[in-house]
């Protein structure tokens, strides 16, 4: 009993953190249905006439109104309060200019390949949480990194007709975006609760974008009003679910796991829109998704040896 409280002791001491893994892969999966359920919901809403203006409104306000609703009937509403609002600000600008590149990127692009061309974002996201985050990144992680940016390319095939490269140039640069929006979100989390967090997001997100919904607010059927709301609904809980899994896990460890999300996008493609994968898309896939699950290995990996470096000499 000694020792393994003087382990667990040593460890926190040392710096070294037990995040709860599981839970944090967990809510990331999660995530990561939600947030593809919400896309597939974006195509058909504009397909159904909805303006880009609208989609993103949508979004956000129907992810206001759950976040609010969970809030209010969980730990209560004082619990918005924050010291941190500049920080929050920050996560917004950089998290509605992420959103609608990748609500552009979605629009111009098939399912898969808009969901492929995302998977920059945890490549983006290893890099930064070393240079950001002080995060431990060797050679290995390094070369792994390199790799996911070979499949990328397979992918996007610069220079080719594989994909519009319009659409292209949206999906990458959403990615790198969003890959900052993380390191915010884990740097916010050490002191914000994460349902405080997604609802300063939605709220502060929906001044930019009340103004622009006013300039292209118009009619539907009740179909595409269904799929409006909806897109935020399943927006809002997947924000939940996504920062919860950021603050249980490393940006390194928990991102990768949003290559699940090819699966749903491929699935959705074919089912809604009777389209799949191209062949670039199904070589460069696999190359990326190596990558991911490399990377969270080495990161088991490196936990394990701090672990073990931090145990008193018997």
């Not at 129907?62 to 509403?77: M, Q």
């Amino acid at each position: 009993m000694r020792g393994w409280a003087g382990r667990r002791g040593i460890a926190r001491a040392s710096g070294v953190t037990n995040d709860r893994l599981l839970p944090a892969i967990g809510l990331r999966l999660l995530s990561v249905v939600l947030f593809a359920c919400m896309n597939a919901g974006i195509k058909l809403a504009e397909a159904r006439g909805a303006a880009f203006g609208e989609l993103l409104f949508f979004r956000q306000a129907g992810a206001a109104v759950l976040v609010t609703a969970v809030i209010a009937a969980g730990p209560g509403l004082a619990t918005i309060r924050t010291a941190r609002i500049g920080a929050h600000i920050s996560r917004a600008v950089v998290g509605v200019t992420s959103m609608a590149l990748t609500f552009a990127a979605l629009l111009a692009l098939p399912l898969a390949e808009a969901t492929t061309i995302a998977f920059t974002t945890p490549i983006f996201a290893t890099v930064l949480g070393a240079l950001v985050l002080g995060e431990p990144t060797g050679a290995r992680r390094w070369s792994a990194v390199a790799l996911g940016f070979v499949g990328v390319l397979i992918v996007v095939q610069p220079g080719g007709h594989a994909i519009p490269a319009r659409g292209a140039a949206y999906g990458i640069a959403a990615a790198l975006l969003t890959s900052v929006v993380f390191i915010l979100l884990r740097q916010i989390g050490r002191t914000e609760r994460a349902q405080t967090t997604v609802w300063w997001f939605s709220v502060l997100s929906l001044v930019p974008l009340g103004i622009g919904y006013a300039f292209s607010a118009q009619g539907h059927a009740p179909a595409t009003w269904a799929l409006l709301v909806g897109i935020g609904l399943f927006g809002g809980a997947a924000q939940l679910a996504m920062t919860a899994s950021l603050r249980r896990g490393a940006v390194s460890l928990v991102v990768p796991f949003d290559y699940s999300a090819l699966l749903w996008a491929t699935a959705f493609g074919w089912w809604l829109f009777g389209s799949l994968p191209g062949s670039s898309t199904w070589i460069g896939a696999p190359v990326i998704v190596a990558s991911g699950l490399y990377i969270v290995w080495r990161e088991h990996v490196r936990r394990r040896e701090e672990t073990r470096a931090a145990l008193p000499v018997e």
